[in-house]
């Protein structure tokens, strides 16, 4: 039963949420991962950034205590996400402090200039940022990734000669009279 994407759930289970804020829009999605194992994100609307930092904190605090202490798998109570849209830009201050607090739930803020705020496009928000649905891996065939590589003449000719690779003095004199002599050709443009 992999579902692989957040799609809207029944609003019975976020009527605790409707009426301690009745002021903001809340709606709940949820990503199966197998039967009775799920991923949560509540999407919540606000309208501005002011209503967003006196909420925040209590909006978290009351999914913790109303939603998440009543799931009874482990995977689903440590995958529950709270998405906070709102249509205005907010500061970077406040947007860090809320996606870095990791208290009771994982915590996203989506602002800037949002315009469509429909219950598709936020469900495609939570996929694409929470599931990466938006990422795409081009395949290649096997002779495309393995390719020859090419080589510099200067190259070619150190692979194909018999350099000695011993630590005795004269093996390191032949390595560098070799370089030397591969510079000199490079300064004289001979190669």
């Given at each position: 039963?992999?579902?692989?994407?957040?799609?809207?759930?029944?609003?019975?289970?976020?009527?605790?949420?409707?009426?301690?804020?009745?002021?903001?829009?809340?709606?709940?999605?949820?990503?199966?991962?197998?039967?009775?194992?799920?991923?949560?994100?509540?999407?919540?609307?606000?309208?501005?950034?002011?209503?967003?930092?006196?909420?925040?904190?209590?909006?978290?605090?009351?999914?913790?205590?109303?939603?998440?202490?009543?799931?009874?798998?482990?995977?689903?109570?440590?995958?529950?996400?709270?998405?906070?849209?709102?249509?205005?830009?907010?500061?970077?201050?406040?947007?860090?402090?809320?996606?870095?607090?990791t208290f009771f739930v994982r915590k996203i803020v989506f602002d800037s200039n949002l315009e469509d705020?429909?219950?598709?496009?936020?469900?495609?928000?939570?996929?694409?940022?929470?599931?990466?649905?938006?990422?795409?891996?081009?395949?290649?065939?096997?002779?495309?990734?393995?390719?020859?590589?090419?080589?510099?003449?200067?190259?070619?000719?150190?692979?194909?000669?018999?350099?000695?690779?011993?630590?005795?003095?004269?093996?390191?004199?032949?390595?560098?009279?070799?370089?030397?002599?591969?510079?000199?050709?490079?300064?004289?443009?001979?190669?």
């Amino acid at each position: 039963m992999m579902q692989n994407e957040f799609i809207l759930g029944a609003g019975e289970d976020i009527e605790f949420l409707k009426t301690a804020f009745p002021e903001v829009e809340f709606n709940l999605y949820r990503a199966m991962v197998k039967e009775n194992v799920f991923m949560s994100a509540f999407s919540c609307r606000i309208e501005n950034e002011e209503i967003l930092e006196q909420l925040w904190s209590r909006i978290n605090s009351l999914i913790g205590a109303e939603y998440q202490t009543q799931l009874l798998d482990e995977f689903s109570s440590w995958n529950i996400y709270l998405a906070f849209f709102i249509p205005k830009q907010v500061s970077n201050v406040l947007k860090y402090n809320i996606e870095n607090d990791t208290f009771f739930v994982r915590k996203i803020v989506f602002d800037s200039n949002l315009e469509d705020l429909e219950k598709e496009v936020i469900a495609k928000n939570l996929n694409s940022h929470i599931l990466g649905k938006d990422i795409s891996i081009e395949s290649q065939s096997i002779q495309e990734v393995i390719s020859v590589p090419e080589y510099s003449s200067i190259t070619k000719r150190l692979l194909s000669t018999k350099l000695p690779l011993g630590r005795t003095g004269n093996d390191k004199k032949l390595r560098q009279a070799w370089l030397d002599k591969a510079i000199l050709e490079v300064d004289n443009d001979e190669i």
